[in-house]
């Protein structure tokens, strides 16, 4: 790590993100833009999926997926700029790497979504209760990314290196 | 009257204590991604975004997204006394509750048409005038208080 952060600090980008006046607050803002809408859509797609709301068709609620991905990219530039401003401070933050472990078992997951219900979703009854490998999904899904929010809130407060 | 909050047991458990502050600031969080979330969810709906949710079926989400309304409320209340007299005369801080406060109102507004009148936008199609023009100010509302809360950190 030690490598990765001298390499990063002093770089173009690096002095761009900590030299831009306002730069660190607009990107928290965009940052937090980003996070509402991440995990505002997904609390409607997987509190459905996991059988909550059935009123809620199911198909439909599918439609929010686009703004969980605006929102998710909103966060990872903002995010990647974040550790380019300041690599010592976040590769030395334990909460830092669990976050990104919480990040990779999300996306993980994701996949699973992709490969086991995507296909045969659109057969589902719109209305009906979902199996226990969509409720499974859903919940996995729910606590890594209220996970991520949680650690990326508490960063400055544990475990600075 | 700041002052004397500052000065509380409760103030002093925020500010002070190890886990007093990080907890509340960890609740904030959850409960604005909530709030925010799903509201923001529901006004793109109302404008006409994810044709096949059935607006009558939006109201079953309203008790969630006040769930995280009370979660963002509370622990907000908490924050707020570790620095009562430095929030109290925070001009982005200020403007933040007053958007909030806005975007609440607009939420019991939408709330009570879409009682009233969602069988008869989902048997038309389209939602009034009017509520779409609400939902549009309540994502303003809603992204407004996002930027001042961040703001009041910095000015």
């Known amino acids: 790590m030690e490598g990765f952060v001298q390499a990063v600090e002093g770089s173009a980008i690096n002095q ?6 306002w730069g660190w607050p607009i990107m928290e803002i965009i940052h937090f833009i980003g996070l509402s809408l991440l995990l505002g ?12 709301f059935r009123q809620l068709n199911i198909v439909a609620t599918h439609k929010l997926l686009p703004w969980t991905f605006v929102g998710f990219g909103m966060n990872l530039v903002t995010g990647f700029l974040f550790l380019m401003g300041d690599p010592a401070r976040y590769t030395a933050n334990i909460g830092f790497w669990w976050k990104m472990f919480l990040v990779a078992v999300a996306g993980l997951n994701a996949l699973w979504f992709w490969v086991k219900i995507n296909p045969v979703m659109k057969t589902w009854e719109p209305h009906a209760d979902t199996p226990l490998v969509a409720k499974t999904i859903a919940w996995v899904s729910l606590g890594s990314w209220f996970g991520v929010l949680l650690l ?10 | 009257m700041f002052e004397w909050l500052e000065g509380t047991k409760v103030s002093m458990w925020v500010g ?56 963002n409320a509370t622990s907000g209340c908490f924050l707020f006394t570790s620095q009562a007299t430095t929030f109290a005369s925070s001009t982005p801080f200020l ?18 048409k879409m009682r009233d009148e969602a069988p ?36």
């Open chain 2, 16 to 71: 002070e204590s190890l886990w007093g502050y990080p907890i509340m600031l960890g609740l904030h969080a959850v409960g604005l991604a909530i709030v925010v979330g799903i509201f923001v969810m529901r006004d793109l709906r109302l404008i006409g975004f994810f044709e096949g949710i059935s607006y009558e079926s939006l109201d079953s989400l309203r008790k969630l997204a006040w769930t995280g309304f009370v979660i």
């Open chain 2, 120 to 155: 008869q936008w989902d048997s038309s199609g389209a939602v009034i005038g009017s509520v779409r023009a609400i939902a549009m100010v309540s994502i303003a509302l809603w992204t407004g208080a996002i930027i001042a809360g961040r703001l009041t950190a910095y000015l």
């Open chain 1, 16 to 21: 761009w993100v900590i030299g831009t006046a």
């Open chain 1, 41 to 52: 859509s997904l609390l409607v797609i997987d509190l459905r999926m996991a059988g909550f």
């Open chain 1, 152 to 161: 990326g809130r508490l960063i400055p407060y544990i475990g600075t290196g």
């Open chain 2, 95 to 112: 403007l933040k509750i007053s958007m909030i406060f806005l975007a609440a109102i607009c939420a019991a507004v939408i709330q009570n």
